[in-house]
């Protein structure tokens, strides 16, 4: 990684918190410990901590926050994020990915002509980036992310297609591999990013020694190459052998 970068926090290493952040973050925990009668059963989302999220991303001004985000990639994708980072979704890139996916053998042009027809660009997927902060997710939510590691192309390319049994179906699940793309983001350079239910929820979660640290983060910012750490497929010891992960 550039050594130039800010400093990197992991919501899974506590180590790697700041110190003023450890200290908020241990004290708002406390504050909540007498409602948890079992880690296990409770998650990060039944935190009521929206009055709290401002300040612990202000706590996090100066770092990066490590995140992982979970797609299907053909390997001249993978290339590219290593080369030029992830960029935000909109039609100009989900019609370059239909392109290079025809001129690189992986679709044919009528195949290519339905998914362009079809691609879904609804304001819930376009000017941003999903990703979830805590690698807990990749078990605890590995439902919630099957779907987007078994079906190429994003949300907006395969979900007008998946639900059906039909060829585009099966080509959609038959190219690419599973895919965790590890990125470093700076919420300063992004700063209408949402997370649901909130970044305080998971540092607080982590704090508690919640078993479901799951935050969905919607990034509004292009991630540059220096900010991709990493991109996990299966057969690599980070990528869980988890029942609910594709595997191939």
């Known amino acids: 990684m550039n050594p130039e970068l800010a400093p990197v ?15 908020r973050v241990h004290e708002l925990a406390e504050q909540r410990q007498g409602l948890i009668d079992d880690p296990a059963e409770f998650g990060c989302s039944d935190l009521d901590l929206w009055e709290r999220d401002a300040e612990v991303r202000q706590l996090l001004d100066g770092y990066l926050l490590r995140g992982y985000h979970a797609t299907r990639l053909l390997a001249h994708e993978t290339d590219n994020i ?7 979704f909109d ?17 044919t042009t009528d195949e290519h002509a339905t998914l362009i027809q079809g691609m879904a660009l609804t304001s819930n997927r376009v000017g941003q980036i999903c990703l979830f902060l805590s690698k807990t997710t990749l078990t ?23 639900h059906t049994d039909n060829p585009i179906n099966t080509k959609l699940r038959s190219i690419g591999i599973p895919s965790i793309v590890v990125a470093l983001l700076d919420l300063r350079a992004s700063p209408t990013t ?19 640290l799951t935050v969905d983060v919607f990034y509004r910012a ?17 990528y869980p052998q ?3 992960l594709p595997q191939t």
């Open 222 to 238: 292009p991630i540059a190459p220096a900010h991709i750490e990493r991109i996990i497929h299966p057969g690599d010891v980070e």
């Open 91 to 107: 039609a100009k890139l989900g019609t370059a990915r239909l392109d290079t996916a025809v001129e690189h053998g992986y679709l």
């Open 82 to 88: 290593r080369a030029h980072g992830l960029r935000l």
């Open 140 to 162: 605890e939510d590995a439902e919630g992310l099957n779907l987007l590691l078994a079906a190429w192309g994003g949300e907006a390319i395969y979900m007008p297609h998946v």
């Open 9 to 23: 926090v992991d919501v899974d290493d506590s180590s790697t918190w700041p110190d003023q952040l450890a200290h």
């Open 194 to 212: 949402t997370a649901f239910p909130g970044v305080a929820n998971v540092f607080i979660g982590a704090s508690l020694g919640l078993s479901s």
């Open 242 to 244: 988890h029942q609910g």
